[in-house]
């Protein structure tokens, strides 16, 4: 029995095809193959069930999955502990970064980060909060970059800042006139809204007094880009609201339709997360580090109310 065999068996249980677990685990199909069946000739039971389409797992190849996913792990960490040693800051590193977070956070940080750590490979994805904790879990990446806090007592949160809520009000809207705006006067069915799976739509939805699933405008729409609701509010279709970072590149007419809340301002909390078993720290070290060297000098609010970003929060 290798750890080789066993990274296979994981790759085949994920894809459940042997040819793309093999494109994944960079060998050809019949090597992997004739690797698996080594390991169940070895074992004396069959893990997969073959003749399912998409492949299954047998009832013991659960079981060995399940091993197999923590030998794995802990061989890997092998490496990490020698790294931790020596304070090495190098090496393979998988982040995800949830889509409200990447396009105002990453530019800021990730030019600085390369160039004071170029032995790092930074392996980044955009990714919702779901599929980050997901991927923590599964090892399958180091850090993620999201909205906090999350009530996962697997993952581990270090709070990076407090980025306040600003309304976006184009001059037809009722609340326009208004100098500040007060979390009591929004009304649900007045916000345009990001999709599903966006939890700054969720952190709205706990931000906001009543939330009616009907509406009354003719229409119901719900997006992926700020861009888009951006437009669309412009278009006196509603309101919006914005991370503050986000509001920073707006042109100077669109700034004029921006108002901010009261205080405490309603904000999230924007966390470096990682697993609770995690042990590449000195790579958590340096991320959260460049961070917070360029961080600070674009947004520094204290006197904020942490919106949850989770649901029926």
């Known amino acids: 029995m290798t750890i080789t065999q066993l990274k296979y068996v994981l790759s085949v249980a994920e894809y459940k095809n042997f040819t793309i677990a093999a494109e ?6 019949p090597t992997l193959s004739m690797q698996i069946q080594k390991l169940e000739d070895h074992l004396g039971v069959l893990i997969f069930n073959r003749s399912k389409k998409p492949i299954e797992l047998t009832d013991i190849g659960l079981k060995v999955v399940e091993q197999a996913k923590v ?3 802990e061989s890997n960490r092998i490496v990490d ?15 995800g970064i949830i889509p409200t977070v990447m396009p105002t ?20 994805e955009e990714l919702t909060t779901e599929e980050i904790i997901k991927k923590l879990s599964d090892n399958h990446l180091d850090a993620g970059l999201a ?12 709070p990076l800042y407090y980025e306040p809520f600003v309304g976006l009000i184009p001059e037809e809207h009722r609340l326009f006139h208004k100098k ?22 969720d952190s709205i939805i706990n931000l906001c007094r009543t939330y009616k699933a009907d509406n009354n405008k ?17 278009e006196g279709l509603g309101m919006t609201l914005l991370p503050y970072l986000h509001t920073l590149d707006l042109n100077e007419i669109d700034k004029n339709l921006l108002r901010d809340f009261t205080s405490p301002q309603p904000a999230r909390e924007v966390s470096l997360i990682f697993h609770k078993s995690q042990l590449k720290m000195q790579l958590i070290e340096a991320l959260k580090s460049s961070i ?22």
């Open 24 to 29: 994944h685990s960079f060998v050809t199909q």
């Open 71 to 73: 030998i794995v792990n």
């Open 81 to 95: 502990i020698v790294h931790q040693h020596k304070g090495f800051v190098g090496g393979e590193f998988k982040l």
């Open 105 to 124: 956070l990453l530019p800021m940080f990730l030019n600085n980060f390369t160039k004071k750590y170029p032995k790092v490979k930074l392996i980044i």
């Open 147 to 158: 909205a906090t806090p999350l009530e996962n007592e697997m993952i581990k949160e270090i």
């Open 180 to 201: 500040k705006i007060d979390s009591s006067e929004l009304e649900m069915e007045d916000i345009l809204l990001l999709e599903d799976g966006h939890c700054f739509k």
């Open 218 to 234: 003719g229409f119901q729409l719900e997006s992926g880009s700020f861009n888009t609701l951006i437009k669309l509010s412009k």
């Open 292 to 313: 917070d060297g360029v961080i600070r000098g674009a947004i520094s609010f204290s006197d904020v109310k942490i919106i949850s970003p989770l649901k029926n929060k």
